[in-house]
Nanobody, 121 residues
């Protein structure tokens, strides 16, 4: 099976920074898409950032050059560097990956357990 372990969340003041990590382990042939989502209380889960196997990235409109997603293929890890954090960035951040477990199979989807990010004003 595939496991996702997230880390890096916490409490930070507005204007501060945090770096989230998501390490993917287990039986992996290849990792395709890697994404970060977030969910604030009472709101729907929304895409924060994504990165493809080729390194192409996309971001939610609210990011506005504050966040950077990156991946370390050797470590099967995806990162989210978050700068200039705002109170409205508060929420649970989830890692999402699409993993090909066996050659020839379709990619399977996995979610991390979530890590809390709280930005105080």
């Amino acid at each position: 099976q595939v496991q996702l372990v997230e880390s890096g969340g916490g409490l930070v003041q507005a204007g501060g920074s945090l770096r989230l990590s998501c390490a993917v382990s287990g039986r992996i042939f290849s990792i395709n898409a890697l994404r970060w989502y977030r969910q604030a209380p009472g709101k729907q889960r929304e895409l924060v950032a994504g990165i493809t196997s080729g390194g192409s990235t996309n971001y939610g409109d609210f990011v506005k050059d504050r966040f950077t997603i990156s991946r370390d293929n050797a470590k099967n890890t995806v990162y989210l560097q978050m700068n200039s954090l705002k109170p409205e960035d508060t929420g649970v951040y989830y890692c999402y990956v699409e993993v090909v477990v066996y050659l020839g199979e379709y990619a399977r989807r996995y979610w991390g357990q979530g890590t809390q990010v709280t930005v105080s004003s």
